[in-house]
């Protein structure tokens, strides 16, 4: 794949999983510092495009890159420089908050006087610094979020992929986790932000990318589209958008 502008470049890519179109021929790029919108049902294939473009599960098709780095032939260089946080996790509950972040850091060949070091600063940046040496056994469902937030940041990545953040979040813990990926942004660091919860997408981002049973059924700029199919809300949107594709 041919260097690009872009943080971020999806051409046709696919996945079957045996009979099981699971996506369809998806193209898009995302920009260099944007927070990029990934919306569609549970089960519309966001989940496995974000993982095709970390490596986690290969592509059947199509190609990707990750600031230029193919998805395939460059899968460590990829994961180096990019961070993720999955729709569904489990957090080893007898570690602490800290002793979980340099964990991960060692899988990055951190050393582990940086890797304290920058455990600490984020667990301070999302205000766990007096939970850093609790089990994580009794975190609540905010604090669980914040920390896979800082596991998905402990490599310094300048992308980073998130699979539902604010999923199962109540109205506070949802506003501080989208404060938090706005200062991201504003740092430099480009964000792919996949929800079903269309408000928050419109919170966050300019773009947004929809999908709909494995396909891509639209991308753009949010007001265009919105102007385009006269829908006064991102649900409304995004229901014209899949009654449209059914037509």
Not at 148 to 154: H, K, M, N, S, V
């Amino acid at each position: 794949m041919s260097a690009s502008a872009s943080a971020i470049t999806v051409e046709g890519l696919g996945k079957r999983f045996g009979a099981v179109q699971a996506v369809d021929d998806v193209s898009f790029a995302v920009e260099p510092g944007e927070i990029f919108g990934f919306m569609g049902h549970n089960g519309a294939g966001k989940t496995t495009t974000l993982r095709m473009l970390l490596g986690l599960t290969q592509p059947t098709s199509g190609r990707a890159a990750v600031l230029g780095h193919d998805i395939v032939r460059a899968t460590l260089e990829v994961r180096r420089v990019a961070g993720y946080l999955p729709a569904s996790y489990a957090l080893p509950p007898d570690m602490t908050a800290r002793e979980f972040l340099q964990y991960v850091a060692a899988m990055f060949a951190i050393p582990p006087a940086t890797a304290r070091a920058r455990g600490d600063a984020l667990l301070r940046r999302f205000g766990l610094e007096d939970a850093a040496d609790r089990k994580l056994r009794g975190f609540s469902t905010g604090m669980t979020q914040k920390v896979g937030l800082a596991q998905a940041l402990i490599n310094e990545p300048r992308v980073l992929l998130l699979d539902e953040p604010t999923a199962g979040l109540d109205p506070l813990g949802r506003h501080e986790l989208l404060e938090h990926l706005r200062e991201l942004a504003q740092q430099g660091v480009t964000i792919v932000f996949s929800s079903h919860i269309l408000s928050d997408v419109e919170t966050l981002c300019r773009r947004v990318a929809a999908m709909h049973h494995a396909k891509l059924i639209a991308c753009g700029e949010i007001a265009a589209l919105r102007r385009e199919h006269g829908a006064a809300t991102m649900d409304e949107l995004y229901l014209t958008l899949v009654r449209r594709q059914a037509s």
